[in-house]
């Protein structure tokens, strides 16, 4: 029994990442010292069909930011974080925010740190933040931030300020940039982590595959087929997370894979960034 104490709090925020019950919840908890991935885990192994946000996924609020240069062959996306929804729709943070992404475009800086380097009214981004942060009060940074460089980019700004994308394909024209659209919508709804099962983490492929392990064995299922199980479980999570293998939203009968190739026979998808606060 682990010798951790678990709060109330913790239990409320584990069912929010994964809209499991309380008990359940405190029972990962409890079952895993409090670690919240590991509860995750827990929890699938279990059966529980529990959401894709883990503990080290959590975002402040703040405003999200897709830009595109002139000629749509690059564009950047940065997410400008903070403490309260309060000054993330507060008009001159919105306006800071978009400085900062104006001088990203212009720029085109390979990260974060670079990005935070660049000058700004005479001072680095990263002073600019910091004297904005003493004039709100609370704490701002940027949290996310991505370049994208192909034939075309398209950029996807959510109504909200919460959710952007930025999509980068081997072709060009209006058939295309009509569907970088519809495939950044695509990725702002559907979330997927890679382009294909190919560019899948092979540290996620594992765990994955033990998960379905782990599941076949609770259902009781022989040893000697758990890791033919595990493998078709793997597959249903590549076509439900890369975005070739998901189903396109606006027409379910296709995926994203045929959509492209109905445009164009070698169109397809190089780069993709999907920055979103809370989701």
Same mark, same amino acid.
């Given at each position: ?8 709090? @913790? ?23 409090? @670690? ?22 959590? *975002? ?62 005479? #001072? ?28 075309? *980019? ?12 930025? #999509? ?7 058939? *295309? ?22 560019? #899948? ?12 392990? @782990? ?53 397809? #998808? ?10």
């Amino acid at each position: 029994m682990s010798s951790v104490t678990i709060s109330a709090s @913790d239990v409320n925020k584990l069912r929010q990442m994964t809209g499991a019950g309380m008990m359940d919840c405190k029972n990962a908890l409890t079952e895993n010292n409090g @670690d919240f991935d590991a509860a995750v885990d827990w929890l699938r192994k279990k059966g529980q069909k529990v959401s894709a946000k883990r503990a080290d996924r959590e *975002v402040n609020e703040g405003v999200v930011i897709a830009n595109l240069n002139d000629s749509a062959n690059a564009g950047i996306v940065m997410a400008l974080g903070c403490e309260t929804d309060f000054v993330a729709k507060n008009d001159e943070y919105i306006a800071f925010a978009t400085s900062i992404a104006d001088i990203a475009l212009a720029n085109k800086p390979v990260d974060k740190a670079a990005l935070l380097a660049l000058d700004y009214n005479g #001072v680095s981004v990263a002073e600019a933040i910091e004297e904005r942060t003493g004039k709100i009060g609370e704490k701002i940074e940027i949290t996310d931030y991505a370049v994208i460089e192909a034939n075309s *980019v398209t950029a996807y700004n959510h109504s909200n300020g919460k959710v952007s994308v930025l #999509v980068g394909m081997n072709k060009t024209g209006e058939a *295309v940039e009509a569907a970088g659209r519809d495939v950044a919508m695509q990725i702002a709804a559907m979330n997927p982590i890679a382009i294909d099962k190919d560019a #899948v983490p092979e540290d996620v492929k594992q765990r994955e595959l033990q998960v379905g392990m @782990d599941q076949a064995r609770e259902e009781g299922k022989p040893e000697q087929i758990l890791e033919k199980i595990a493998n078709g479980k793997l597959e249903a999570y590549f076509k439900d997370n890369t975005l070739l293998n998901q189903k396109f939203v606006k027409d379910p009968s296709k995926n994203i894979k045929s959509f492209l190739s109905e445009i164009d026979k070698d169109l397809t #998808v190089t780069a993709f960034k999907r920055i979103g606060l809370g989701a």
